[in-house]
C-alpha cells in the first residue's frame, strides 16, 4: 500500500513540476523582450544638461516628458530653470510639449508643490500638462524628442539631481526605441 501513495506521490509532484514549467515558459514568452539598436552616451551628474537642452530646443515636432519630479528652482537659477525655458520655448514655436508629472495624494507636499508649479509654467507656455494618479507613483524620468531621441535614467530635474547626487541618464538615439518609449507615454493619455 505505501509503494502506491510513494508512486501516487512521485506522479503528483511530477505533475505539479510540468504544470509550473509550463506557465513558466508560457509568461516567459508572452512578456518579449523587445530589443533595439542604438547610439547610446551615458551622462552624469552635470553632464546631462546641455545635451539635453541643445536637444530640446532643435526639436521640430515633438517632446514627450514623463517626470518624478521636477522643481525649477528660481532661489538657485541655472540649470533647471534653463530646462524649463527651452521646453517652454519648444511649445512657444510649435513643437508639440507633453508633459506627465507624478503627484501625491497630500496635496501640501514638497513634490506636489514643485510639479504643480513646474506644470503651470509649462501649461502657460502652451505645453499640454498631465498629473498622474495620486494612487501611483510615476517614478519614470523619461524624454523622447522627435520620435529619435530618448533620454532615460534617474536624474529628477532638481538642483540637487543636477549639482549634488550621484545621478545617471542615457541619452539613446533610435527611431525603434523612441516608438516604443512612446507608446509607454502614450497610455497616460488615453
Do not use: Q, W
Not at 547610446?40 to 514623463?66: C, F, H, N, Q, Y
Not at 510649435?94 to 496635496?107: H, L, N, Q, S
Not at 498631465?130 to 517614478?139: A, G
Not at 512612446?182 to 488615453?190: P, Q, S
Amino acid at each position: 500500500m505505501s509503494g502506491k501513495r510513494s508512486a501516487r506521490s512521485r506522479v503528483f509532484k511530477l505533475l505539479i513540476a510540468f504544470v509550473f514549467i509550463v506557465f513558466f515558459v508560457y509568461s516567459n514568452l508572452s512578456a518579449r523582450l523587445h530589443t533595439h539598436t542604438a547610439e547610446v552616451a551615458l551622462l552624469d551628474g552635470k553632464r546631462l544638461i546641455v545635451p539635453l537642452i541643445d536637444d530640446i530646443t532643435s526639436a521640430e515636432r515633438s517632446i514627450d516628458m514623463t517626470i518624478y519630479m521636477f522643481k525649477a528652482d528660481r532661489e538657485k537659477p541655472a540649470d533647471t530653470e534653463l530646462l524649463l525655458l527651452a521646453l517652454g520655448n519648444a511649445a512657444k514655436r510649435g513643437v508639440e510639449v507633453r508633459v506627465v508629472f507624478d503627484i501625491e495624494e497630500d496635496e501640501k507636499s514638497f513634490l506636489n508643490k514643485a510639479n504643480r508649479e513646474t506644470g503651470a509654467a509649462l501649461a502657460k507656455a502652451g505645453a499640454i500638462v498631465l498629473y498622474d494618479s495620486p494612487k501611483k507613483r510615476l517614478h519614470t524620468k523619461m524624454t523622447v524628442i522627435d520620435g529619435r531621441i530618448v533620454y532615460s535614467g534617474s536624474h529628477n530635474y532638481t538642483y540637487s539631481a543636477f549639482n549634488y547626487n550621484d545621478e545617471v541618464t542615457m541619452r539613446l538615439e533610435s527611431e525603434s526605441l523612441a516608438a516604443e518609449a512612446t507608446e509607454y507615454v502614450e497610455r497616460f493619455f488615453r
